[in-house]
């Protein structure tokens, strides 16, 4: 059956951003032995056009998920909250996700597992920002005030809330909204929004282009080296595809080294994807790129979550990753 794509292009000076909205398309590929025993031969693997999963673009373009007899299409989404349907569906059969989304879905019950680690924050990788012109000057100032978000209840929001009780505020204090991270700097600029919680690229593309102005960095203090972003599938999935699961994370393992050692491979992959030039590309600020996903690292965002009350009870994230494979 054809899938029918609706793109948008937002341009923002040099800057040209591409989102692919609603390219989900008809269900996930039907399963196909692979050359090397592989349950499915072919995958679909959802991400947002922003650094973080940058390892799934390296090991498309070094052939390491070739080496391993395994196809992957690359699905774009909006966030992890937003894609969780879609593996629950069996439209995507992996997606990146960011970890607040996948412990809060994991708190109200859903089957699913982490199999990959992807993205930790470093300062200035998520900021919140405003129009040059905005009254706003601080985070104390966003009282009363809308905050675009790219999904609501995720590492967005929460990032944001610890932001606001350090300045004396709260949650209730703020009115969150969703907007995609591409469109963003646009709908702010049109009044949608006071503020926005926006990563790379689009923190340089909206400083460069529109004249946004951070007035807070939210990865510092509590959330200062918090694991962001991991690759998730349903536990039937990973039940159903021990193989192929194993091979995807042999291949994107290799590719997170090789990203983590050498930000010329990031430089190069980035424009393949997200449609910023090569000089934005160099110019980014980064976090960082794990190779393994560590529990004890992880147990850190479900403890942030539980003190913000985005879970009723504490959560040991051992239960919620997929083992990893044995060579």
């Known amino acids: 059956m054809a899938r029918t794509l609706r793109c948008h292009v937002l341009v923002l000076g040099s800057v040209a951003v591409l989102a692919l909205t609603g390219c989900s398309g008809g269900g996930a590929s039907p399963a196909s032995t692979g050359p090397n025993g592989l349950e499915k031969a072919t995958i679909k693997v959802g991400a947002l056009p922003i650094p973080d999963p940058v390892a799934l673009y390296i090991a498309q373009a070094k052939g390491f998920f070739k080496e391993e007899g395994l196809a992957v299409e690359p699905v774009t989404i909006t966030g992890g909250a937003a894609a969780l349907p879609q593996i629950e569906s069996g439209a995507l059969d992996i997606t990146q996700t960011n970890y607040v989304s996948s412990i809060l879905a994991a708190g109200q019950g859903k ?20 129009p040059k012109d905005s009254p706003i000057q601080r985070v104390a100032d966003l009282k009363g005030k809308t905050v675009l978000v790219n999904n609501l209840r995720n590492i967005a929001t929460l990032a944001v809330t610890t932001q606001l009780r350090a300045a004396g ?12 991270f591409p469109e963003m700097g646009n709908a702010i600029t049109a009044g949608q929004g006071d503020a ?13 282009a529109l004249g946004f102005r951070t007035i807070a960095d939210t990865m510092t203090g509590p959330t200062a080296d918090l694991p962001i972003a991991g690759w998730m599938a349903t536990d039937e999935w990973v039940r159903q595809n021990p193989k192929t699961l194993a091979a995807f994370q042999r291949a994107i393992s290799k590719a997170q080294r090789l990203a983590s050692g050498d930000r010329k491979e990031i430089e190069a ?15 980014i600020t980064l976090g960082a790129y794990p190779s393994t996903l560590e529990a004890a690292r992880l147990q850190k965002v ?6 913000y009350k985005y879970i009723n009870g504490p959560i040991d994230v051992k239960s919620l990753i997929a083992a990893s494979p044995g060579g």
């Open 111 to 130: 089957k699913i597992k982490l199999v990959a680690d992807m993205y930790r924050a470093a300062p200035n990788t998520f900021e919140i920002m405003v």
């Open 196 to 208: 926005g919680w926006i990563t790379e690229p689009f923190i340089t593309a909206n400083k460069n």
């Open 302 to 307: 479900a403890d942030l979550m539980l003190e």
């Open 269 to 283: 992959a980035l424009p393949t994807y997200t449609k910023i030039d090569a000089k934005t590309a160099a110019a």
């Open 169 to 180: 505020l709260s949650e209730a204090d703020v009115k969150f909204a969703e907007k995609p």
